[in-house]
């Protein structure tokens, strides 16, 4: 079942990390936009990261105190 993809990202990055991206993209024959996608799931697939936790993480007042 397809997802709703209906949340923007924006981000701000150098012309290095962007051209990196680019050629990841194409090298995958993806887009820009899905390559980001497809890296952020494998990251969190790797690090055991699931939504559950990052909602609690966002709704905790004092996120840098968690941290330290």
Known sequence: ?????DKTLSIRTTDEVKSLLRLAAA???RSVASMVEILVLAYASEHNLKVESAISVR???NRKARLK
């Open 1 to 5: 079942m397809p997802r709703s993809k």
């Open 27 to 29: 090298q995958e024959r």
């Open 59 to 61: 709704a905790t007042p």
